[in-house]
């Protein structure tokens, strides 16, 4: 099946810093990508999706000035946390449409980014 | 209300029982029904995919969608101690553009060797 893939796996940053994670469709094209934040024992919540050449259509609620998202090409969207603080400690998982299949099962998800903001 | 209402569990069950995991939903414009397994500490796994209601049927794994009551269930045959993890249902509005998928909270299952 497609894969999607996140990177990094892991992030340990200082409040203040800024962090990127990046996805990447391995073996498809992906117009669409979408960025979700999990809390422990919750399920994913929708900050932002992200689409090719425009940009990002947040969800409300979601700050666009501290999540900066650009998906500069077909097979990557990058989700950049900036002036990161401790209540940004999450796990951030982004998933990718292929594009050339039909809809319902073409949705992938990546492995997901913990960050970790001390 | 939300739009998609799953129960948190969690489910313990033994194993080689029935499992039987459902959601219900509000908004009658959702088509497509999926459901995805997510263990610990890792991205979600497509399952199974329904597109408007019927059964679908995968090895050990039947969904079943049911429009008209809005429910949707996921059953697993022969239950395994590598099945337990979280069971997200998740669903989608027909048509490009609606991209948008709708989870449940998920139901964490523990299959008891």
């Not at chain 1, 469709?25 to 117009?31: G, I, M, N, R």
């Not at chain 1, 979601?62 to 097979?75: C, P």
């Not at chain 2, 129960?7 to 029935?18: K, M, Q, R, T």
Request: proline share 4%.
């Amino acid at each position: 099946g497609a894969v999607v893939s996140q990177h990094p796996s892991w992030v340990i940053c200082k409040s203040g810093t800024s962090v990127k994670i990046e996805c990447r469709s391995l073996d498809f094209q992906a117009t669409t990508m979408f960025w979700y934040r999990q809390f422990p024992k919750q399920s994913l919540m929708l900050m932002a999706t992200s689409n090719e050449g425009s940009k990002a259509t947040y969800e409300q609620g979601v700050e666009k000035d501290k999540f900066l998202i650009n998906h500069a090409s077909l097979t990557l969207s990058t989700l950049t946390v900036t002036s990161a603080h401790p209540e940004d400690s999450s796990f951030y998982i982004c998933s990718a449409r292929d594009q050339g299949q039909e809809e319902g099962n073409t949705i992938y998800f990546g492995e997901g980014s913990w960050l970790t903001v001390v | 209300q939300k739009e998609v209402e799953q129960d948190p569990g969690p489910l313990s069950v033994p194993e080689g029982a029935i499992v039987s995991l459902n959601c219900t939903y509000s908004n009658s414009a959702f088509q497509y029904f999926m459901w995805y397994r997510q263990y610990s500490r890792k991205g979600p796994e497509l399952l199974m995919y329904t597109y408007s209601s019927g059964n679908k049927e995968d090895g050990r794994f039947t969904a079943q969608v049911d429009k008209s009551s809005k429910y949707i269930s996921l059953f697993i045959r022969d239950s395994q101690p590598s099945d337990s993890a979280t069971y997200l249902c998740a669903m989608k509005k027909w048509g490009f553009g609606n991209e948008k998928l709708t989870f449940g909270t998920g139901t964490r299952l523990t299959i008891i060797p």
